[in-house]
């Protein structure tokens, strides 16, 4: 993952463990603006006796305003792991994540996301919540690790050193029956 650096928005005890931006993958719809506006522009100049200048200005208007919107959101676009939050910053707009409120947090890849090794990490923060969506993470499977690993030692630390967590472990028969073994009727 990304290289962490020192924030002075940090807490005194907190560090960053991982900082980074959206996959380049993201890039894409802008990248095919502008192979469309290409395009656009070869047949126009094909068809037309319009000069090359006027044309290549005009297709460069239009793409800015198309696809400089996906380029600058993804520029603006960071995720921050700290040893206390999941800090997630989209142009002037911040989300700060507690490690301690988050309950469950897990990886969604489609097909060509896995081919380029990207993925959205979803991070659910109490039961019944709605899951708040880290898209185009790198290495999602990678970073989902580096989030228990990071929540499980801010827990410990909350506990003051302890081993454990306090809550009830139910344990579920896997063929769907009671704890005991026996079947559901």
Do not use: H, Q, S
């Given at each position: 993952m990304a290289h962490a650096r020192p924030s002075r928005r940090l807490a005194p005890d907190e560090r960053t463990v991982d900082r980074f931006r959206p996959h380049w993958t993201a890039l894409l719809p802008a990248i095919a603006?502008?192979?469309l506006l290409a395009a656009v522009c070869g047949a126009v100049l094909a068809a037309t006796p319009l000069a090359w200048p006027l044309v290549t200005l005009c297709a460069a208007a239009v793409w800015a305003l198309l696809a400089g919107r996906s380029m600058t959101r993804w520029?603006?676009?960071?995720?921050t792991l700290t040893t206390h939050r999941l800090r997630l910053r989209a142009g002037g707009q911040h989300r700060d994540l507690p490690l301690e409120t988050i309950t469950d947090a897990w990886y969604e890849q489609r097909l060509?996301?896995?081919l380029t090794g990207v993925g959205d990490v979803l991070v659910v923060l109490g039961e019944g919540a709605t899951p708040v969506r880290v898209a185009d993470v790198p290495d999602p499977s990678g970073f989902l690790g580096e989030l228990t690993d990071t929540q499980q030692a801010r827990r410990?630390?909350?506990?003051g050193g302890a081993d454990h967590l306090d809550v009830e472990v139910v344990d579920e028969a896997p063929?769907?029956?009671?704890?005991?073994?026996?079947?559901?009727?």
């Open positions: 603006w502008a192979m520029a603006r676009r960071r995720v060509r996301d896995r410990t630390a909350l506990l063929d769907g029956g009671d704890r005991d073994g026996r079947p559901w009727r």
